[in-house]
Nanobody, 124 residues
Framework: QVQLVESGGGLVQAGGSLRLSCAASGRTFSSRAMGWFRQAPGKEREFVAAITWSGGMTYYAESVKGRFTISRANAKNTVNLQMNSLKPEDTAVYYC?????????????????WGQGTQVTVSS
């Protein structure tokens, strides 16, 4: 069992930065890939970024590549999402998620556990 708690969301102006953090409980954290997804009002949940169990490989949605960076600290059971050059279209609820596998996945079906989400709002 893995429990995930996100933090760090908020309101920011376009061009600004936010850092999301996800604290995980459970002994299997370090063996799982981790991901971030987001859901805007009236839209489907979409993949944002993922990182393998070791942190050796990362994956990004094209819409955030070059602006967002995912990282993890297995010793602290945390995964972070640094978001720079934010745009109004980045506004969404962001969810931290733990995969059933060690490798990353762009599909939500590859993830077993989800946090409650944190709101990110980018004003123009």
């Amino acid at each position: 069992q893995v429990q995930l708690v996100e933090s760090g969301g908020g309101l920011v102006q376009a061009g600004g930065s936010l850092r999301l953090s996800c604290a995980a409980s459970g002994r299997t954290f370090s063996s799982r890939a981790m991901g971030w997804f987001r859901q805007a009002p009236g839209k489907e949940r979409e993949f944002v970024a993922a990182i393998t169990w070791s942190g050796g490989m990362t994956y990004y949605a094209e819409s955030v590549k070059g602006r967002f960076t995912i990282s993890r600290a297995n010793a602290k059971n945390t995964v972070n999402l640094q978001m720079n050059s934010l745009k109004p279209e980045d506004t969404a609820v962001y969810y931290c998620t733990a995969s059933r596998w060690a490798s990353g996945s762009r599909s939500s079906e590859g993830y077993d556990y989800w946090g409650q989400g944190t709101q990110v709002t980018v004003s123009s």
